[in-house]
């Protein structure tokens, strides 16, 4: 019951944050989906964590960890479990909602402008330009998101997260395989250091 209890309060803002209205919910997630295309995790971090402080970085780092593991997009689902945990099944609806809508209605919009002038060749430069700068965003909050990682005292989180991205990124053996190995490892790690 107490794990429950501590789980549901996880996100819940700072006390001296006051907990955000449906409507500030629904600005937040709205602004965090129009500020990223491409990916939203750099948004929603700087949005939830930096700018409205309605989570710290650990707690971030943890619901987003969590999301992970749910199926769906991993924003979305940050989207549903923040929204939930702060203001019931309507927050739940109006973060998702946020996040979704803004761009649906300009995607929507682009598609047509794209299917009448996709070829132009200006407007393909310009959306490589665009991946670059998303990959730069992904790559930034990597490294944000890392910071709690690098307060391990015996270094061995960090440890992890390096032989999961060698052995999935540089490697190439399959994730799944890769997981399946690191998880019990770093669970059984912790569970020893406790």
């Not at 959306?127 to 965003?137: P, R």
Request: with cysteine; hydrophobic share 55%; proline share 7%.
């Amino acid at each position: 019951m107490s794990e429950t209890v501590s789980a549901h309060a996880s996100c819940r803002p700072p006390p001296s944050t006051p907990t955000p209205t449906l409507f500030e919910l629904f600005l937040a997630f709205a602004v965090i989906a129009l500020c990223g295309f491409g990916g939203v995790l750099a948004w929603s971090r700087r949005m939830l964590v930096e700018e409205r402080k309605w989570m710290t970085a650990e707690e971030f780092d943890d619901a987003y960890a969590l999301c992970q593991f749910l199926p769906g997009p991993n924003v979305v689902n940050l989207s549903v479990v923040f929204g939930r945990r702060i203001r019931g099944t309507a927050g739940a609806a109006v973060a998702l909602m946020g996040l979704l809508g803004p761009p649906f209605v300009i995607v929507t919009l682009i598609g047509l402008v794209y299917a009448r002038f996709g070829e132009v060749a200006a407007l393909q430069r310009m959306l490589i330009g665009v991946a670059a700068a998303a990959a730069g965003l992904v790559l930034g909050t990597c490294a944000k998101m890392a910071r709690p990682l690098l307060r391990d005292r015996l270094g061995i989180a960090p440890l992890i997260a390096l032989a999961t991205f060698t052995s999935a990124g540089v490697m190439r053996w399959p994730l799944a395989g890769a997981l399946a190995v690191l998880v019990p490892l770093s669970i059984a790690l912790t569970w020893v250091r406790r």
